[in-house]
Protein backbone atom coordinates (compact mmCIF):
# COMPACT_ATOMS: atom_id res chain seq x y z
CA UNK A 1 0.00 0.00 0.00
CA UNK A 2 1.79 3.47 -1.10
CA UNK A 3 0.45 6.43 1.21
CA UNK A 4 0.27 9.74 -0.54
CA UNK A 5 -0.07 13.11 1.47
CA UNK A 6 -1.71 16.24 0.12
CA UNK A 7 -1.72 19.55 1.69
CA UNK A 8 -4.06 22.75 1.22
CA UNK A 9 -4.21 25.91 2.65
CA UNK A 10 -6.24 28.10 1.52
CA UNK A 11 -9.33 28.76 -0.53
CA UNK A 12 -8.39 28.32 -4.06
CA UNK A 13 -7.03 24.73 -3.13
CA UNK A 14 -9.98 23.12 -1.77
CA UNK A 15 -11.34 22.59 -5.39
CA UNK A 16 -8.36 22.17 -6.59
CA UNK A 17 -7.88 18.85 -4.31
CA UNK A 18 -11.28 17.58 -4.24
CA UNK A 19 -11.41 15.94 -7.49
CA UNK A 20 -7.94 14.06 -6.89
CA UNK A 21 -9.31 13.08 -3.45
CA UNK A 22 -12.48 11.48 -4.95
CA UNK A 23 -10.37 9.67 -7.83
CA UNK A 24 -7.89 8.01 -5.16
CA UNK A 25 -10.80 6.39 -4.07
CA UNK A 26 -10.84 3.98 -6.88
CA UNK A 27 -7.49 3.19 -6.02
CA UNK A 28 -7.81 2.65 -2.05
CA UNK A 29 -6.75 -0.70 -2.23
CA UNK A 30 -3.30 0.15 -3.42
CA UNK A 31 -3.40 3.86 -2.49
CA UNK A 32 -3.91 6.00 0.86
CA UNK A 33 -4.54 9.12 0.33
CA UNK A 34 -4.39 12.03 3.29
CA UNK A 35 -5.05 15.37 3.79
CA UNK A 36 -3.71 18.06 6.14
CA UNK A 37 -4.81 21.43 5.95
CA UNK A 38 -2.44 23.78 7.18
CA UNK A 39 -4.90 26.27 8.47
CA UNK A 40 -3.85 29.56 6.34
CA UNK A 41 -7.47 29.99 5.77
CA UNK A 42 -9.59 29.17 8.66
CA UNK A 43 -12.98 31.08 8.75
CA UNK A 44 -15.82 28.63 8.54
CA UNK A 45 -16.54 30.44 4.82
CA UNK A 46 -13.29 30.27 3.89
CA UNK A 47 -12.47 26.62 4.41
CA UNK A 48 -14.87 24.45 5.82
CA UNK A 49 -18.20 25.13 4.05
CA UNK A 50 -16.07 23.82 1.01
CA UNK A 51 -15.18 20.29 2.18
CA UNK A 52 -18.91 20.10 2.79
CA UNK A 53 -19.64 21.32 -1.01
CA UNK A 54 -17.34 19.36 -2.46
CA UNK A 55 -17.69 16.27 -0.51
CA UNK A 56 -14.65 15.87 0.97
CA UNK A 57 -14.16 14.55 4.30
CA UNK A 58 -12.49 16.76 7.10
CA UNK A 59 -8.62 17.00 7.00
CA UNK A 60 -6.88 13.94 8.55
CA UNK A 61 -4.68 16.39 10.27
CA UNK A 62 -5.00 21.02 10.55
CA UNK A 63 -1.75 22.39 11.42
CA UNK A 64 -4.06 25.92 12.42
CA UNK A 65 -1.50 27.99 11.87
CA UNK A 66 -3.81 30.88 10.87
CA UNK A 67 -2.46 34.43 9.36
CA UNK A 68 0.43 36.16 9.78
CA UNK A 69 3.02 37.76 7.56
CA UNK A 70 4.62 35.65 4.77
CA UNK A 71 7.74 34.68 6.76
CA UNK A 72 5.92 33.90 10.16
CA UNK A 73 3.08 32.39 8.52
CA UNK A 74 5.35 29.88 5.81
CA UNK A 75 7.73 29.41 8.60
CA UNK A 76 4.76 27.86 11.06
CA UNK A 77 3.50 25.41 8.57
CA UNK A 78 6.92 24.30 8.16
CA UNK A 79 7.12 23.49 11.37
CA UNK A 80 4.48 22.15 12.10
CA UNK A 81 3.83 20.22 8.82
CA UNK A 82 7.53 18.72 9.44
CA UNK A 83 5.78 16.52 13.00
CA UNK A 84 3.19 15.24 10.15
CA UNK A 85 5.89 14.07 7.80
CA UNK A 86 8.30 12.41 10.71
CA UNK A 87 5.08 10.77 11.72
CA UNK A 88 3.36 9.68 8.20
CA UNK A 89 6.46 9.43 6.22
CA UNK A 90 4.27 9.42 3.14
CA UNK A 91 5.81 7.80 -0.47
CA UNK A 92 4.77 10.96 -1.89
CA UNK A 93 4.14 14.68 -0.98
CA UNK A 94 0.78 16.45 -3.30
CA UNK A 95 0.72 19.95 -3.52
CA UNK A 96 -1.27 22.04 -5.18
CA UNK A 97 -1.43 26.32 -6.71
CA UNK A 98 0.62 28.99 -5.20
CA UNK A 99 -0.65 29.67 -1.90
CA UNK A 100 2.17 29.94 0.98
CA UNK A 101 0.96 26.67 2.29
CA UNK A 102 2.00 25.14 -1.46
CA UNK A 103 5.24 26.01 -1.11
CA UNK A 104 6.44 25.39 2.77
CA UNK A 105 4.64 21.88 2.41
CA UNK A 106 7.23 21.87 -0.61
CA UNK A 107 10.48 22.61 0.94
CA UNK A 108 9.81 20.48 3.58
CA UNK A 109 9.32 17.29 1.99
CA UNK A 110 11.93 17.91 -0.26
CA UNK A 111 14.39 18.43 2.05
CA UNK A 112 13.34 15.07 3.38
CA UNK A 113 13.73 13.34 0.14
CA UNK A 114 10.01 12.35 -0.24
CA UNK A 115 8.97 13.19 -3.90
CA UNK A 116 6.96 16.42 -4.52
CA UNK A 117 3.73 16.49 -7.49
CA UNK A 118 2.92 19.85 -8.50
CA UNK A 119 -0.70 20.68 -9.63
CA UNK A 120 -0.88 23.85 -11.64
CA UNK A 121 2.65 23.91 -12.34
CA UNK A 122 4.55 25.94 -14.83
CA UNK A 123 1.82 28.94 -14.70
CA UNK A 124 4.24 32.03 -15.00
CA UNK A 125 3.18 36.37 -14.30
CA UNK A 126 6.56 37.22 -14.61
CA UNK A 127 5.56 39.79 -11.97
CA UNK A 128 7.86 38.49 -9.50
CA UNK A 129 6.40 41.00 -6.48
CA UNK A 130 3.47 38.88 -6.36
CA UNK A 131 3.96 36.50 -3.48
CA UNK A 132 2.32 34.21 -5.83
CA UNK A 133 5.20 33.82 -8.40
CA UNK A 134 7.47 33.34 -5.79
CA UNK A 135 5.92 30.25 -4.28
CA UNK A 136 5.19 29.16 -8.22
CA UNK A 137 8.64 29.62 -9.56
CA UNK A 138 10.49 27.88 -6.27
CA UNK A 139 7.96 24.88 -6.02
CA UNK A 140 8.09 23.97 -9.66
CA UNK A 141 12.03 23.96 -9.19
CA UNK A 142 11.78 21.46 -7.03
CA UNK A 143 8.88 19.37 -7.59
CA UNK A 144 9.57 16.12 -9.32
CA UNK A 145 6.14 15.14 -11.39
CA UNK A 146 4.19 18.85 -12.66
CA UNK A 147 1.18 18.71 -14.04
CA UNK A 148 0.26 21.05 -16.29
CA UNK A 149 -2.87 23.15 -17.07
CA UNK A 150 -2.25 24.69 -20.37
CA UNK A 151 0.05 24.93 -22.90
CA UNK A 152 2.47 28.21 -21.41
CA UNK A 153 3.16 26.10 -18.24
CA UNK A 154 4.97 23.43 -21.52
CA UNK A 155 6.72 26.38 -22.40
CA UNK A 156 7.62 27.81 -18.83
CA UNK A 157 9.03 25.09 -17.46
CA UNK A 158 10.97 23.36 -20.35
CA UNK A 159 12.26 27.49 -20.91
CA UNK A 160 13.52 26.92 -16.82
CA UNK A 161 15.31 23.92 -17.88
CA UNK A 162 12.78 21.58 -16.07
CA UNK A 163 13.34 18.22 -18.31
CA UNK A 164 10.56 17.15 -20.22
CA UNK A 165 9.99 13.70 -18.26
CA UNK A 166 8.45 15.38 -15.32
CA UNK A 167 6.07 17.53 -17.60
CA UNK A 168 2.53 16.20 -17.32
CA UNK A 169 -0.05 17.55 -19.57
CA UNK A 170 -3.23 16.38 -17.90
CA UNK A 171 -5.77 19.21 -17.78
CA UNK A 172 -7.20 21.57 -15.05
CA UNK A 173 -8.59 20.04 -11.57
CA UNK A 174 -9.91 23.29 -10.95
CA UNK A 175 -12.59 22.82 -14.01
CA UNK A 176 -12.99 19.26 -13.08
CA UNK A 177 -14.59 20.50 -9.38
CA UNK A 178 -16.75 22.88 -12.11
CA UNK A 179 -17.61 20.08 -13.98
CA UNK A 180 -18.40 17.35 -11.02
CA UNK A 181 -21.20 20.02 -9.30
CA UNK A 182 -22.91 21.13 -12.12
CA UNK A 183 -25.83 19.46 -11.02
CA UNK A 184 -25.69 21.29 -7.44
CA UNK A 185 -24.60 24.66 -8.62
CA UNK A 186 -27.47 24.57 -10.76
CA UNK A 187 -29.97 23.50 -8.39
CA UNK A 188 -28.56 26.14 -5.81
CA UNK A 189 -31.10 28.92 -4.29
CA UNK A 190 -28.67 31.97 -4.43
CA UNK A 191 -30.26 34.14 -7.25
CA UNK A 192 -33.74 33.99 -5.10
CA UNK A 193 -32.24 34.99 -1.76
CA UNK A 194 -30.47 37.55 -3.19
CA UNK A 195 -33.03 38.76 -4.99
CA UNK A 196 -31.23 38.71 -8.39
CA UNK A 197 -32.23 37.76 -12.02
CA UNK A 198 -29.87 35.83 -14.66
CA UNK A 199 -28.18 38.09 -16.54
CA UNK A 200 -28.85 40.90 -14.91
CA UNK A 201 -25.87 41.76 -12.47
CA UNK A 202 -22.27 42.03 -12.24
CA UNK A 203 -20.23 39.66 -10.18
CA UNK A 204 -17.05 40.94 -8.33
CA UNK A 205 -14.26 40.32 -6.42
CA UNK A 206 -10.87 41.65 -5.28
CA UNK A 207 -8.36 40.11 -2.42
CA UNK A 208 -5.02 41.31 -4.32
CA UNK A 209 -2.91 43.52 -2.38
CA UNK A 210 -2.37 45.95 -4.97
CA UNK A 211 -6.07 46.28 -5.47
CA UNK A 212 -6.76 46.29 -1.63
CA UNK A 213 -3.72 46.99 0.26
CA UNK A 214 -4.08 50.46 -1.04
CA UNK A 215 -6.36 53.27 -0.16
CA UNK A 216 -6.35 54.67 -3.26
CA UNK A 217 -6.54 52.48 -5.44
CA UNK A 218 -9.34 50.56 -3.38
CA UNK A 219 -10.83 53.46 -3.38
CA UNK A 220 -10.74 53.92 -6.77
CA UNK A 221 -12.12 50.77 -7.61
CA UNK A 222 -14.84 51.17 -5.97
CA UNK A 223 -15.64 54.80 -7.19
CA UNK A 224 -15.60 52.70 -10.96
CA UNK A 225 -17.99 49.85 -9.69
CA UNK A 226 -20.41 52.88 -7.75
CA UNK A 227 -20.56 54.27 -11.56
CA UNK A 228 -21.30 50.99 -13.25
CA UNK A 229 -24.36 50.25 -10.15
CA UNK A 230 -26.41 53.49 -11.72
CA UNK A 231 -27.21 50.98 -14.75
CA UNK A 232 -26.42 47.38 -12.98
CA UNK A 233 -26.79 45.60 -9.65
CA UNK A 234 -23.39 44.37 -8.27
CA UNK A 235 -23.16 42.01 -6.72
CA UNK A 236 -20.11 41.88 -4.57
CA UNK A 237 -18.64 39.02 -1.50
CA UNK A 238 -15.87 40.22 0.22
CA UNK A 239 -13.12 38.56 1.06
CA UNK A 240 -11.38 38.91 4.86
CA UNK A 241 -8.52 40.69 3.54
CA UNK A 242 -10.68 43.30 1.87
CA UNK A 243 -13.52 43.34 4.18
CA UNK A 244 -10.40 44.33 6.91
CA UNK A 245 -8.78 47.04 4.70
CA UNK A 246 -12.48 48.70 4.11
CA UNK A 247 -12.69 49.25 7.72
CA UNK A 248 -9.23 50.72 8.18
CA UNK A 249 -9.64 52.96 5.47
CA UNK A 250 -13.07 54.08 6.21
CA UNK A 251 -14.02 53.65 2.92
CA UNK A 252 -17.20 51.78 0.94
CA UNK A 253 -19.43 52.72 3.26
CA UNK A 254 -21.46 55.85 1.01
CA UNK A 255 -21.76 53.38 -2.22
CA UNK A 256 -24.82 52.68 -3.84
CA UNK A 257 -27.75 50.23 -2.33
CA UNK A 258 -27.48 48.68 -5.63
CA UNK A 259 -23.66 46.90 -5.18
CA UNK A 260 -24.56 44.10 -2.44
CA UNK A 261 -22.14 43.12 -0.16
CA UNK A 262 -21.87 39.76 0.99
CA UNK A 263 -19.56 37.54 3.33
CA UNK A 264 -17.69 35.28 0.49
CA UNK A 265 -19.56 31.92 -0.49
CA UNK A 266 -19.95 28.63 -0.67
CA UNK A 267 -18.11 27.14 -3.95
CA UNK A 268 -21.86 25.97 -5.19
CA UNK A 269 -23.52 28.97 -4.30
CA UNK A 270 -20.49 31.34 -5.80
CA UNK A 271 -20.50 29.12 -8.91
CA UNK A 272 -24.35 29.59 -9.70
CA UNK A 273 -23.58 33.26 -9.10
CA UNK A 274 -20.44 33.23 -11.88
CA UNK A 275 -22.69 30.78 -14.30
CA UNK A 276 -25.48 33.53 -14.28
CA UNK A 277 -23.35 36.79 -14.53
CA UNK A 278 -23.97 39.12 -17.25
CA UNK A 279 -20.19 39.87 -16.64
CA UNK A 280 -17.44 38.76 -13.07
CA UNK A 281 -14.65 41.90 -12.47
CA UNK A 282 -12.15 40.12 -10.79
CA UNK A 283 -8.43 39.56 -9.69
CA UNK A 284 -8.37 36.43 -8.58
CA UNK A 285 -6.85 33.90 -10.36
CA UNK A 286 -9.20 30.83 -10.55
CA UNK A 287 -12.31 32.86 -11.57
CA UNK A 288 -10.53 33.89 -14.88
CA UNK A 289 -10.61 29.88 -15.80
CA UNK A 290 -13.75 29.44 -14.50
CA UNK A 291 -15.55 32.33 -16.85
CA UNK A 292 -13.67 31.00 -19.45
CA UNK A 293 -14.87 27.36 -18.85
CA UNK A 294 -18.56 28.60 -18.88
CA UNK A 295 -18.35 31.98 -21.24
CA UNK A 296 -18.78 34.37 -19.34
CA UNK A 297 -17.02 37.46 -19.74
CA UNK A 298 -14.58 38.13 -17.09
CA UNK A 299 -12.61 41.73 -16.22
CA UNK A 300 -8.92 40.91 -14.58
CA UNK A 301 -8.00 43.83 -12.95
CA UNK A 302 -4.55 42.71 -12.64
CA UNK A 303 -1.56 44.10 -15.29
CA UNK A 304 -0.63 40.41 -16.48
CA UNK A 305 -1.70 36.86 -16.07
CA UNK A 306 -0.49 33.77 -15.27
CA UNK A 307 -3.14 32.23 -17.22
CA UNK A 308 -2.42 33.76 -20.59
CA UNK A 309 -4.63 31.03 -22.10
CA UNK A 310 -7.77 32.27 -21.08
CA UNK A 311 -7.29 35.77 -22.47
CA UNK A 312 -5.69 34.47 -25.94
CA UNK A 313 -9.06 32.02 -26.36
CA UNK A 314 -11.41 32.06 -23.32
CA UNK A 315 -13.97 34.80 -22.07
CA UNK A 316 -11.12 36.84 -20.17
CA UNK A 317 -9.99 40.84 -20.63
CA UNK A 318 -7.47 42.02 -18.62
CA UNK A 319 -7.75 45.28 -17.91
CA UNK A 320 -4.66 46.18 -15.69
CA UNK A 321 -4.88 48.50 -12.84
CA UNK A 322 -6.24 51.34 -14.86
CA UNK A 323 -9.93 51.76 -13.83
CA UNK A 324 -9.97 53.81 -17.35
CA UNK A 325 -9.56 50.64 -18.51
CA UNK A 326 -11.89 48.67 -16.59
CA UNK A 327 -14.79 50.91 -17.46
CA UNK A 328 -14.59 51.01 -20.82
CA UNK A 329 -14.75 46.84 -21.20
CA UNK A 330 -17.58 47.14 -18.98
CA UNK A 331 -19.41 49.41 -20.73
CA UNK A 332 -18.58 47.09 -24.09
CA UNK A 333 -19.65 43.76 -22.83
CA UNK A 334 -23.03 45.81 -21.27
CA UNK A 335 -23.44 46.94 -24.69
CA UNK A 336 -23.62 43.47 -26.21
CA UNK A 337 -19.69 43.47 -28.10
CA UNK A 338 -18.54 40.27 -26.11
CA UNK A 339 -15.61 38.05 -27.85
CA UNK A 340 -16.06 34.81 -28.74
CA UNK A 341 -14.69 32.37 -26.46
CA UNK A 342 -13.71 28.49 -26.19
CA UNK A 343 -12.83 25.85 -23.80
CA UNK A 344 -9.33 25.19 -23.37
CA UNK A 345 -8.13 21.49 -24.26
CA UNK A 346 -8.29 18.92 -21.72
CA UNK A 347 -10.42 21.39 -19.44
CA UNK A 348 -12.91 18.42 -19.47
CA UNK A 349 -13.32 17.28 -16.27
CA UNK A 350 -11.03 14.48 -15.90
CA UNK A 351 -7.77 16.10 -15.40
CA UNK A 352 -7.70 14.38 -11.73
CA UNK A 353 -7.98 11.03 -13.42
CA UNK A 354 -4.99 11.88 -15.90
CA UNK A 355 -3.29 12.99 -12.83
CA UNK A 356 -3.59 9.60 -10.75
CA UNK A 357 -2.92 7.60 -13.35
CA UNK A 358 0.08 8.68 -13.35
CA UNK A 359 0.62 9.16 -9.68
CA UNK A 360 -0.19 5.52 -9.09
CA UNK A 361 2.07 3.94 -11.95
CA UNK A 362 5.83 5.57 -10.29
C1 LIG B 1 -4.18 33.79 -0.11
C2 LIG B 1 -3.13 33.46 -1.17
C3 LIG B 1 -3.60 33.95 -2.52
C4 LIG B 1 -4.98 33.41 -2.85
C5 LIG B 1 -5.93 33.78 -1.72
C6 LIG B 1 -7.31 33.25 -1.94
C7 LIG B 1 -0.78 33.47 -0.44
C8 LIG B 1 0.48 34.25 -0.50
N1 LIG B 1 -1.88 34.14 -0.90
O1 LIG B 1 -4.28 35.21 -0.04
O2 LIG B 1 -2.70 33.51 -3.52
O3 LIG B 1 -5.42 33.97 -4.07
O4 LIG B 1 -5.41 33.22 -0.49
O5 LIG B 1 -8.18 33.71 -0.95
O6 LIG B 1 -0.78 32.35 -0.01
N2 LIG B 1 -8.24 36.10 6.76
C9 LIG B 1 -9.31 35.86 7.57
N3 LIG B 1 -9.82 34.59 7.60
C10 LIG B 1 -9.32 33.58 6.86
C11 LIG B 1 -8.21 33.85 6.05
C12 LIG B 1 -7.68 35.09 5.99
O7 LIG B 1 -9.79 36.74 8.26
O8 LIG B 1 -9.85 32.45 6.93
C13 LIG B 1 -7.69 37.48 6.68
C14 LIG B 1 -6.61 37.76 7.69
O9 LIG B 1 -6.73 39.09 8.06
C15 LIG B 1 -5.34 37.56 6.89
C16 LIG B 1 -5.75 38.05 5.52
O10 LIG B 1 -7.12 37.68 5.39
O11 LIG B 1 -4.26 38.25 7.43
C17 LIG B 1 -4.94 37.48 4.39
O12 LIG B 1 -4.95 36.05 4.44
P1 LIG B 1 -3.73 35.24 3.79
O13 LIG B 1 -3.97 33.79 3.85
O14 LIG B 1 -2.45 35.74 4.35
O15 LIG B 1 -3.72 35.73 2.27
P2 LIG B 1 -4.93 35.91 1.24
O16 LIG B 1 -5.04 37.35 0.90
O17 LIG B 1 -6.17 35.20 1.66
Not at 137 to 142: C, E, F, G, H, S
Not at 333 to 357: F, M, Q, T, Y
Amino acid sequence: MKKFLSVVGARPNFMKIAPVHLEFLKYKDSVQHLICHTGQHYDEKMSKIFFDDLNISPPDFNLNVGSGSHSVQTANIMIGFEKVLIAEKPDLLIVVGDVNSTIAGSLVAKKMNIPVAHIEAGLRSFDRTMPEEINRVLTDAISDYLFVTEQSGIDNLEKEGVDKSKIFFTGNVMIDSLVHSMKKIDESPVLSSLGLAKHDYILCTLHRPTNVDNKAALEKILATLNSFAEKKKIVFPVHPRTRANMKEFGIGNDLSPNILFTDPIGYCDFLRLVKNASLTITDSGGIQEETTYLGVPCVTLRDNTERPITVQIGSNYLAGTDVSKLAGFVTNILNGDIKKSIVPPLWDGKAAERICRVLTSI
